[in-house]
């Protein structure tokens, strides 16, 4: 493997890069045949206004020519331009040519192979069958033939999902992000992308966002006049992003509210019951003493009976002496009485404790 060391800020031993392709292609005997139909690869898509789907494609081999009719994906056109690395329009690309080309019926996806077709009927039977075998695909998805997916359905279906419309200026940012957003999912909680796309946020967007719940997400690009009118007309929220970090971050922290939080109980202290008495225009009082830990007033408590949970509830009252107290300590005597519960007897034990309630994150 040969190293070059290169810089192109500076420019340094670009000269010689070149030539170690060149002498490891003649080596290799990498070569392609010119004369053939064209195939190769879409490395970029995008929709420019004006100009409409515009496709990046690197020829493997043949050569491609303005007026063929090229398939990619489930893309097809007859090519009206094709514009080479300068910006200057070109009558065809040979082998190893990055062109943009001009003239598909939509945005084809990055790294979707092209072939260049004898005509347009089969552009369409082509397109049209691999269109027919992605929804097939989707529809299959849903239906489960086995009891291992049946599991995996059920399980899936108690998940929480948080809905989102994506819109970039390029396939490729757009696939970028949709990776990461799928990254993020957990058997909990997961990113439900609705549609993604690329060029301007449109008002069929903010319709769809609306019917679903979804929030639309824009990478680099904008809603139109009415897009966002509509948007403010139907409550439906636009985010702007131009740094594909900040929008996983933003959708993160979003997907970690819609987690349960994690409840956890602090044990406080236990309180034995040495006598119970009844006052008037307050009902059964406890006389106790704490025998671990504290009590605290307004704390979570429950009453115990021979190892057996009888009630939980809160405390109502909490007295040292006469005088109502906050908290009693260890070793010390009060009375208590239970918030709605009047069922107390002597040996009961009062166990204290609060519940934390922690935020989860992913």
Same mark, same amino acid.
């Given at each position: ?38 195939? $190769? ?10 100009? $409409? ?96 997916? /049946? /599991? ?15 819109? $970039? ?48 997400? $824009? ?35 979003? /997907? ?87 069922? /107390? ?18």
């Amino acid at each position: 493997t040969q190293d070059i060391p290169v810089s192109a800020l500076k420019g340094t031993n670009l000269d010689k890069l070149l030539e170690a392709i060149a002498l490891q292609a003649e080596i290799l005997e990498l070569k392609a045949n010119p004369d053939s139909s064209a195939e $190769g690869f879409v490395i970029e898509a995008k929709l420019e206004r004006g100009r $409409g789907p515009v496709g990046t494609v690197l020829v493997q081999r043949g050569t491609l020519r303005v007026g063929d009719i090229i398939v990619a994906g489930m893309a097809w056109g007859r090519v009206r331009a094709l514009i080479d690395d300068r910006g200057e329009p070109v009558p065809e690309a040979g082998p190893s040519v990055p062109v943009e080309i001009l003239g598909c019926d939509s945005a084809p996806e990055a790294g979707d192979p092209f072939a260049v077709v004898e005509n347009e009927s089969r552009a369409r039977e082509i397109t049209d069958y691999r269109v027919r075998k992605r929804r097939q695909t989707l529809g299959s998805a849903g239906s489960a033939r086995t009891l291992e997916q /049946m /599991m995996t359905q059920r399980k899936e279906a108690g998940r929480k999902e948080f809905p989102l419309v994506i819109k $970039g200026d390029v396939q490729g940012s757009v696939e970028a992000i949709m990776g990461a957003l799928r990254k993020l999912g957990t058997d909990e909680v997961e990113a439900r992308i609705i549609h993604s796309g690329v060029g301007g946020i449109t008002e069929s967007d903010i319709a769809l966002a609306n019917t679903s719940g979804a929030v639309v997400i $824009g990478f680099s690009v904008r809603a139109n006049v009415q897009a966002k009118a509509l948007a403010d007309q139907s409550g439906v929220e636009i985010r702007y992003y131009n740094i594909i970090y900040d929008l996983v971050d933003d959708v993160k922290a979003a /997907m970690s509210g819609l987690l349960p939080p994690t409840v956890r109980e602090n044990f406080l202290g236990n309180a034995q019951i040495l006598e119970v008495f009844n006052i008037s225009k307050i009902g059964k009082v406890a006389g106790c003493r704490v025998t671990e830990g504290k009590v605290e007033r307004g704390a979570k408590v429950r009453l115990i009976r021979d190892n057996v949970v009888i009630h939980e509830g809160t405390l109502s009252t909490l007295k040292r002496f006469k005088d109502e107290v906050k908290e009693v300590p260890a070793g010390q005597e009060c009375g208590m009485a239970f918030a709605n519960y009047q069922d /107390m007897r002597a040996n009961d034990v009062i166990e204290c404790f609060n519940v934390e309630t922690i935020a989860r994150s992913l």
